[in-house]
């Protein structure tokens, strides 16, 4: 760590420590490797050739492990069989910067530090962070921000420096997912194609590191939206992503939902039954869009298809009040209208909040009905007309059959641009039976969307595009403009699936798992959606989190796409909708959780898709 861009460790949303290198004899190891050994280790391998006779081969291997609970461990090897004495010193500084002032470049300088115990301490007016080190430095140079030591190295020995990184009054950092338990199953896959277990264990590695205790309930947990800019409950990515891995059991759906039903806002006034959320970038066709109107949309249909996942009756039970509300929340701030707005006055009709709106109603008057409460027609009622007014009002007709709009202005005029948010239009959602929720496109206009989505125009090669390569504004680093998002992708390959359009799901999954073995099946957020050709590599982008909670969620999404498992728990039946062109060749699931119980499906090469393991008295639905 020099210092420079986004580089440092993070607590809190503030940076706690920018600099952190190493001189031994005088000299930076030279670097050979760096690599993410897991979801939060990072090792970074040097050399160094302590004189000049030693010739080509060198004598000092220097290892570094970074965790990402603030530890750095430092060992060094000696290659030589002869003693080596190295005087080794650690140039440290900080700007204690918080992640606002850091992502747009506007971080301060280096603080000055002063000694403290074993290590170095900085302080400002918004906090303080100090590192110790084991064993304690032979001496300490504040105004240098330097530790120093001599260190004698035997024949073939090692020995190390841990340097633990925290600010003042924090305890060590331990992520639930550490604990003995854990909501997630821990499922493998196998199968024709090595990419596929390779993801699968490493996109639920990356979750387990996310997991998060809600510390006034310990025994709930839910994912931190994602490292390093995320590392807090973001209420729709945690709604997103624990709908994505229903397959991996319904405990952390019920975390999640507990965890947010207890931030729900009450009252007599416009926005009770809301979930709150932050607001978030939308692009430059569009103004922030409001996180907490998808969460409050998320949350009763995220409850509707864990109880169709096996969520036990008892915790459906205690989250149905919650779920109401949000319902109440939706209908009340329609109104007499047939469209959900923008919070903000004269706000943009969204089409992805429309078919948020649209599942969020279907699944929710799903719900009502199956748990015995009132409500369920007057939902059905105004999806049917949400439905209607859609089809017709959202629709562009262009030579090409058309597109939807991204969003209608309140004077009518709609925002034409192809964009990824159109992929919530075929996550319609499961029912009852195993049957997918209806949409709001018609049968054509499904067609016309799905083969936008599957044209260059929006398939990079490496996954589905923010924005259409050919629309205004298109920029392949732009967050909501042209970068391959894995979460829109994910909900893409599942919903084109769905709709029995596997030629386009299949070229979008091959495409994200090019781009995961490039990154080591350890997906970011986000990379850059230029065009794959033959010999490129998908291009990092800088300011994505890695790991990141909808992207890891997305590559179990992604992969469990092709059995196509649509469970009904209350009825006591599981059918298998699997992509029947097996676009991976065979493939094989176990320690999936479907009604409580292990679930384990392969598919064939044929497409054809067999249950190995199940529930007792689980049927095989048609």
């Known amino acids: 760590m020099t210092g420079g861009g986004l580089e440092g460790f993070y607590r809190a949303g503030r940076r706690v420590l920018s600099r952190c290198e190493i001189r031994v004899a005088g000299r930076e190891p030279l670097a050979v490797q760096a690599r993410m050994a897991s979801a939060d280790r990072a090792r970074f391998v040097g050399t160094l050739r302590t004189s000049p006779q030693a010739g080509p081969d060198p004598e000092v291997i220097v290892e570094r492990n970074r965790f990402a609970d603030g530890t750095e461990r430092i060992t060094l090897h000696n290659a030589v069989p002869r003693p080596l004495r190295l005087p080794v010193e650690i140039v440290l500084g900080t700007d204690l910067a918080d992640l606002g002032a850091i992502a747009s470049a506007k971080a301060g300088p280096e603080l000055t530090a002063s000694v403290h115990g074993s290590g170095l301490r900085w302080s400002c007016a918004t906090g303080n962070a100090t590192v110790t080190a084991e064993p304690p430095p032979a001496d300490a140079l504040a105004s240098a921000g330097l530790l120093r030591w001599e260190v004698d190295l035997p024949p073939g020995g090692s020995r190390t420096i841990e340097l633990r990184v925290r600010p003042d009054g924090a305890g060590p950092l331990r992520a639930a997912g550490r604990a003995a338990t854990s909501p997630l199953a821990a499922a493998c896959a196998e199968g024709d194609d090595p990419r596929v277990p390779a993801l699968l264990r490493t996109s639920i590695e990356d979750l387990q590191a996310l997991l998060l205790r809600d510390s006034a309930n310990p025994a709930d947990t839910h994912l931190a939206a994602g490292a390093p800019w995320r590392c807090g409950l973001a209420p729709a990515d945690a709604l997103v992503a624990a709908r994505m891995v229903l397959s991996l059991g319904t405990g952390l759906a019920a975390g999640t939902l507990r965890t947010l039903a207890r931030t729900q806002m009450t009252g007599p006034t416009a926005q009770s039954g809301m979930i709150p959320g932050p607001l978030r970038d939308a692009g430059p066709h569009l103004p922030p869009q409001c996180t907490g109107t998808e969460a409050t949309l998320l949350f009763p249909a995220l409850l509707a298809e864990a109880r169709r996942w096996g969520l036990p009756e008892q915790e459906t039970e205690a989250l149905l009040p919650a779920a109401e509300r949000c319902l109440a929340w939706l209908r009340k701030t329609v109104g007499d209208g047939t469209y959900l707005p923008d919070p903000n006055p004269g706000g943009f009709v969204r089409c992805d ?4 709106a649209h599942r969020a109603a279907v699944l929710g008057a799903d719900l009502l009905d199956g748990c015995g409460r009132t409500g369920g027609a007057e939902l059905r009622q105004w999806a049917q007309a949400l439905r209607t007014r859609f089809r017709e009002d959202f629709w562009l007709e262009d030579r090409g059959g058309g597109r939807p709009a991204a969003a209608r202005a ?8 192809l964009g990824a948010s159109a992929v919530h239009l075929l996550d319609t959602g499961l029912l009852g039976g195993g049957e997918p929720a209806p949409g709001l496109l018609d049968k054509v206009q499904t067609e016309h969307l799905a083969r936008l989505l599957g044209s260059p125009l929006m398939d990079s090669g490496w996954g589905l595009r923010g924005l259409g ?57 986000m ?4 065009q794959r050709t033959e010999g490129s590599a998908p291009l990092p982008h800088p300011a994505a989190c890695r790991p990141a909670a909808t992207a890891a969620a997305g590559g179990v999404l992604l992969l469990t796409t092709l059995a196509g498992i649509r469970p009904d728990a209350p009825a006591g039946t599981v059918t298998l909708r699997p992509v029947r062109g097996a676009p991976l060749g065979e493939v094989g699931f176990t320690g999936l959780r479907v009604a409580g119980a292990p679930f384990s499906v392969r598919v064939s090469r044929l497409g054809l898709a067999m249950v190995e393991e199940a529930a007792d008295g689980l049927q095989l639905g048609v």
Do not use: M
Not at 410 to 417: E, S, T, Y
Not at 491 to 517: F, H, I, N, P, Q
């Open 410 to 417: 309140r004077d009518g005029n709609l925002v034409p641009h």
């Open 469 to 525: 390569a050919k629309e205004p504004g298109f920029n392949p680093f732009g967050h909501r403009t042209g970068a391959v998002r894995i979460q829109e992708t994910a909900l893409a390959v599942a919903g084109l699936a769905a709709a029995g359009y596997e030629k386009e799901a299949s070229s979008l999954l091959r495409g994200v798992l090019a781009a995961a073995e490039a990154f080591t099946h350890r997906l970011p957020e």
């Open 353 to 356: 909040t429309q078919a948020n």
């Open 527 to 530: 990379y850059a959606g230029e």
